[in-house]
Nanobody
Framework: QVQLVTSGGGLVQAGDSLRLSCAVS????????VAWFRQAPGKEREFVAT????????AYDDSVKGRFTISRDNPKNTVWLQMDDLKPEDTAEYYCAAGRLATSKESDYGTWGQGTQVTVSS
């Protein structure tokens, strides 16, 4: 099955930028959408951004719209999440996911990476 390896997290100050990377490998059926989710301590996992691998469609949660950008590099089979103007409320463990449909629902994604921690200090 497809495997996702997430990296790029770190500790930054409010207003700084980070770029997260999700390396995609392995075989999978009906894996045409990729997405980013995040989960802060004591909170439910929430949707961040999604796109189809062909780049025809992208969507973002309102909380990150205008600050975050999802993109992919086909030759390298890599998905990125560029995060600009980071805020303390962005602090969370970030997960890359792959599935059939580019939606905001966790249930539409069958494969998940291990996650990477992003901490934004005030």
């Amino acid at each position: 099955q497809v495997q996702l390896v997430t990296s790029g997290g770190g500790l930054v100050q409010a207003g700084d930028s980070l770029r997260l990377s999700c390396a995609v490998s392995g075989r999978a059926l009906l894996t045409y959408a990729v997405a980013w989710f995040r989960q802060a301590p004591g909170k439910e996992r929430e949707f961040v951004a999604t796109m189809y691998w062909n780049g025809a469609y992208k969507a973002y949660d309102d909380s990150v719209k205008g600050r975050f950008t999802i993109s992919r590099d086909n030759p390298k089979n890599t998905v990125w999440l560029q995060m600009d103007d980071l805020k303390p409320e962005d602090t969370a463990e970030y997960y890359c996911a792959a599935g059939r449909l580019a939606t905001s629902k966790e249930s539409d994604y069958g494969t998940w990476g291990q996650g990477t921690q992003v901490t934004v200090s005030s």
